[in-house]
C-alpha cells in the first residue's frame, strides 16, 4: 500500500462495498436496527461470497464506535477508516456542516479524533494535511461554490486543534510544548507526538532556555517581519549554502565579532540538523540547537540590532529573520520561553 500505488484487491472490494448495508431494510431509514451497521453488513457480504478478508474490513471499518472504542486491529480496516471518515468530514464542511461551539450534529469532531487514535495507534504516518485536501478534492462537484483552498485551510486547522487537544487531555503531554511543536509539525501526528516527546525533554535546560528567549526576542524584534510559513524551506537551503537572506543580504558585512560568531555556528550546525532530522533523531536536534543558545544570548547581550546606522539595522533585522526561520521549522520556542522578553 504504497503511496499513490494501487489497492490490494481485498481493499479495493471493501471499499466498493462497505456501505451496501445503508440500503437494506435491517439499517435504512432510520430503524432500530441502525447500531448494526457494518456488523450486518459484514454477514450479508459474507453470504454473499466475499472472502473473510473483505468481511473483516467492512465490519471493522466502523471502528472506534466511540471515543474511546476499540480500534479497528488490521491494516485494511485501519486504512479504510481513516479514508472514510475523512471523506465525512470533507464532504460535511463543504455542504456547511460545520461544528459550531457544542453543536456538531455529523460528530466531525469525534471522527477527527478516531482518525488521530487510529494513526498514532497502529504507528501510521500520514500528511493529514495532504489527506484532507484530497478527501476535499473527491467531493468537490458537490458544492462548486466553495472555495476549496479556504476550506482546506479551515479544514486543516480544524484538525491541528483537535491533534492538539488530544496530545494535551488524553496523552498528557505539556500544553506548552503541544503549542510549540503543532504549528511546525503537525501533519504527521505520529511524528507531532515523537517532536512533542523530545523537546519535553529539553525545555528545562539552561542553554535551551537561552534558545528559546532568543527565539523570542527575534520576534520582538522583527515585530511580525518574518519569514511566512510557506518560505521556511527555502531558508534552510540558504542556511545550506553558508546563511544569506532572503533578498540576497551578506551578512559578511555584520560587523561585530559576536554576529559573526553567531553566524558561523548556525551555519556550522544546520548540515548535522538536516542529518538528524532526516533520521528522526529529534532529541538530536534540540540537543543541537540547545547547543546555539549562549551564543544567541551573547549575541543580544553585546549586539545593539536597532543602530542607528539604517542599513546596517536593515542587515541585522534579515540575519534575526534568517535565525528565526531556521528555527520556526521545528518548533515555535517562543510558547516555552521562560519569562517575559
Not at 75 to 88: G, M
Not at 115 to 139: H, M, P, S, T
Not at 141 to 148: A, I, T, Y
Not at 225 to 248: F, S
Amino acid at each position: 500500500m504504497g503511496a499513490g500505488g494501487a489497492l490490494p484487491d481485498d481493499l479495493q472490494r471493501a471499499a466498493e462495498i462497505c456501505k451496501s448495508d445503508l440500503v437494506s431494510e435491517m439499517i435504512k431509514d432510520g430503524k432500530e436496527f441502525t447500531k448494526l451497521e457494518g456488523f450486518i453488513g459484514a454477514r450479508y457480504a459474507a453470504l454473499a461470497g466475499e472472502n473473510e478478508v473483505v468481511c473483516r474490513t467492512i465490519e471493522r471499518h466502523h471502528f472506534p464506535r466511540s471515543a474511546t472504542g476499540e480500534l479497528p486491529g488490521d491494516r485494511y480496516s485501519e486504512v479504510l477508516s481513516v479514508a472514510d471518515r475523512l471523506d465525512n468530514i470533507a464532504g460535511c464542511w463543504l455542504a456547511g456542516f460545520v461544528p459550531t461551539g457544542a453543536k456538531d450534529p455529523y460528530a466531525l469532531r469525534r471522527h477527527v479524533l478516531a482518525v488521530l487514535r487510529i494513526l498514532l495507534g497502529a504507528d501510521l504516518r500520514v500528511d493529514l494535511e495532504a489527506a484532507l485536501n484530497q478527501a476535499l478534492k473527491g467531493v468537490a462537484g458537490f458544492s462548486e461554490k466553495k472555495d476549496l483552498a479556504e476550506t482546506g485551510k479551515e479544514v486543516a486547522e480544524f484538525a491541528k486543534t483537535r491533534l492538539g487537544g488530544y496530545l494535551a487531555d488524553n496523552l498528557k503531554s505539556n500544553p506548552e510544548v503541544v503549542r510549540a511543536v503543532l504549528p511546525a509539525r503537525w501533519r504527521d501526528a505520529v511524528d507531532a507526538l515523537a517532536w512533542v516527546e523530545a523537546l519535553d525533554g529539553y525545555r528545562e535546560q539552561a542553554d535551551f532556555q537561552l534558545l528559546a528567549t532568543g527565539f523570542k526576542r527575534c520576534r520582538n524584534i522583527l515585530k511580525g517581519g518574518i519569514l511566512p510559513v510557506e518560505g521556511l524551506p527555502d531558508c534552510k537551503k540558504r542556511w545550506l549554502d553558508g546563511g544569506v537572506g532572503a533578498q540576497g543580504e551578506a551578512f559578511a558585512g555584520l560587523p561585530e565579532a559576536l554576529e559573526q560568531e553567531l553566524l558561523t555556528k548556525v551555519a556550522g550546525v544546520v548540515p548535522d540538523l538536516v542529518s538528524a532530522e532526516k533520521s528522526r533523531d529529534y532529541h538530536k536536534v534540540f540537543a543541537i540547537l540547545s547547543g546555539l543558545g549562549p551564543a544567541i544570548d551573547a549575541f543580544f547581550d553585546g549586539v545593539r540590532v536597532n543602530a542607528e546606522e539604517k542599513d546596517l539595522k536593515l542587515l541585522r533585522h534579515a540575519f534575526l529573520r534568517e535565525i528565526h526561520g531556521l528555527f520556526a521549522q521545528y518548533a515555535d520556542f517562543a510558547a516555552v520561553a521562560a519569562g517575559d522578553q
